[in-house]
């Protein structure tokens, strides 16, 4: 066959004409095709486009719009077809130096293989920064609506793509906001100096298995997508944008019976393939075991003020200028007659505007909310609190890392697109954390149920474990040195060993009990009140019953509760 030369391709959705060259020996490119006249089953044409540094997005558009994606209202097996044909071999990782004994853990790691050399730095609404991994197609991500069948399995139902496929919805309380990218394999390496991570896009890669949700519940086969939930929980078990954070009720086991009653009982609160993907994600992609230096999260907005002045018929609170200086427009406040009490005078209202208004001569600071256009009275017998910030408070951010602004703790954050630290813990949904041996070790374990219909209020035999972390002598606050991965349970990114500090490794608290049995809930993340030093992307609370709930809990509505058991290919 004779070699084949660079031709100008027509596309759906691309500009009118796009030169690129086939790495492939084999495929006919004779023909010009209009934008009316695409072979749609030539998945290699995409393919030629992405290698040859096509734009990610146009070219997955024009892809799902050249194979019928406007006909559709299942957009999965387009999804198929997309993430199989975008690998382009990509395959890096990173290592963290093992401790010495008695020496301080490094927070810093060294990117290896393709990963070395790639840069990110956070966005905010104002700036869109470096990500060098946003256009990489094992990296890049698409928002999308997301629902599961009767048995587990993901599927898309539309994507967020100008005119391509069904509407995407981001506010419709009935539909879940999910964030979609390619399953890459990952192996966890543990050596003499180092430990760390590989990633790669290669599947069957030697010694590499699948993120484990990407393994289908129901057969054990491979899918080449993921999908994670966007937004933490939203009042009535939610995962859209623009509602108010559900606290006050939120344990792991009150997940089991309120998205269930909701949803089903193939969805869960958010797993720990939920965060073992955002760890791996701050692990590559900034070389580091802490957030702290990138994206602090909402950990230090701890306000309680009564009113300096009662009124009647407003949608205000009169705080003093100094107490109103400490406010932010866009965040959430409730006003109840006790500190961060459920309400009927205002329930996690948002912050509209601050300003200095004179009374009668004094100066008083008043923070306006939206109430939905009700107003109310206020007396100096109530109690203005910070509260959780909205579901979407990061949509506006320019990037698919960043926050309003990532290094101050008073406002949520993403990474990869994904809204975390909106100002609560997340109460994990398929882990129960159990006390007692592990190894000849009294440990704090997690035990994971891949079934989301198997989770239970107690631990069962569809609970399993692998590594967990050595109890302190009294119950504390602990810091990690390191965070393990585990090629038992792929899905699970745990301390390994205690000593670390605020500057060294995780940089996070984990609160531990001394006891040697029992069953805790597993919180993550920390809440307003915490600051940078405990709270972050490994903080974790280990310390309450399964049951237990407050005006500090959330969760997440997760998709990724049913996970099979990956068969290596003979």
């Not at 602990?478 to 038992?488: A, D, E, F, I, L």
Request: glycine fraction near 12%; charge should be negative; proline fraction near 4%.
């Amino acid at each position: 066959m004779a070699t084949k030369k660079a031709k100008s391709i027509r596309f759906p959705g691309l500009p009118d004409t796009y030169t690129f060259a086939t790495k492939s020996s084999d495929l006919e490119l004779d023909n010009v095709y209009s934008k009316d006249n695409v072979d749609s089953r030539d998945d290699a044409l995409y393919a030629s486009i992405l290698a040859g540094g096509g734009d990610y997005k146009a070219t997955m558009r024009s892809f799902f719009l050249a194979n019928g994606a406007n006909a559709l209202t299942d957009l999965s097996v387009l999804c198929d077809r997309w993430y199989a044909l975008s690998r382009t071999g990509w395959s890096g990782g990173v290592r963290f130096p093992v401790p010495a004994a008695g020496a301080a853990a490094s927070s810093d790691g060294t990117k290896i293989g393709d990963n070395a050399g790639l840069t990110c730095t956070p966005s905010t609404v104002t700036t869109a920064n470096r990500d060098d991994y946003a256009t990489l197609p094992l990296f890049a991500v698409v928002d999308c609506n997301t629902y599961l069948d009767d048995t587990g399995r993901p599927h898309i139902s539309a994507i967020d793509l100008d005119d391509c496929g069904p509407a995407f919805a981001r506010t419709d309380p009935a539909k879940i906001v999910g964030v979609l990218q390619m399953a890459g394999w990952v192996k966890f390496v543990s050596e003499s100096d180092t430990y760390g991570f590989d990633y790669t896009d290669q599947a069957e890669a030697a010694g590499f298995h699948p993120l484990s949700e990407a393994v289908e519940l129901e057969d054990n086969s491979v899918r080449s997508w993921v999908v994670h939930g966007k937004y933490g929980f939203g009042e009535g078990w939610t995962c859209c944008s623009g509602v108010k954070t559900k606290v006050w009720n939120v344990s792991h086991n009150s997940q089991l019976t309120g998205v269930r009653g909701v949803w089903g009982n193939r969805y869960c609160g958010a797993t720990s393939a939920d965060d073992a993907w955002l760890k791996l994600m701050l692990y590559l992609k900034y070389g580091q075991l802490d957030s702290d230096r990138v994206l602090h999260g909402c950990n230090n907005y701890n306000y309680e003020y009564q009113p300096a002045l009662g009124e009647t018929g407003v949608e205000r609170i009169l705080l003093t200028p100094a107490q109103a200086d400490n406010l932010i427009v866009g965040s959430t406040i409730v006003l109840a007659a006790s500190k961060r009490a459920q309400s009927n005078v205002v329930d996690r209202a948002r912050i509209t505007a601050i300003e200095t208004v004179e009374i009668d001569g004094t100066s008083y600071g008043a923070v306006y909310v939206d109430n939905g256009g009700q107003t109310f009275d206020t007396t100096t017998e109530l109690w203005l609190s910070t509260m959780q910030w909205y579901t979407g408070s990061t949509d506006d951010v320019l990037g698919n890392d960043g926050g309003i602004d990532p290094t101050s703790d008073k406002y949520p954050v993403k990474l990869q697109g994904i809204e975390y630290m909106v100002g609560c813990y997340e109460a994990m949904g398929d882990v129960i954390l159990v006390y007692g041996d592990n190894g000849g070790v009294n440990c704090c374990t997690p035990w994971i149920c891949r079934d989301a219909s198997k989770l239970a209020t107690a631990k069962n035999a569809s609970y399993k474990c692998a590594h967990g972390v050595p109890t302190p002598a009294s119950n504390s606050w602990q810091y990690p040195k390191q965070m393990h991965g585990s090629n038992t349970l792929p899905e699970l990114i745990f301390p390994a060993d205690l000593g670390g500090s605020t500057s060294a490794g995780p940089r996070d608290g984990f609160y531990l009990l001394s006891a040697s049995s029992g069953s805790y809930e597993w919180l993550r993340f920390g809440y307003l009140n915490y600051g940078v030093g405990y709270a972050g992307l490994s903080c974790g609370g280990g310390g309450n019953g399964l049951g237990y709930a407050d005006w500090y809990i959330g969760g997440r509505l997760s998709v990724t509760g049913n996970r099979g058991e990956f068969q290596a290919a003979a």
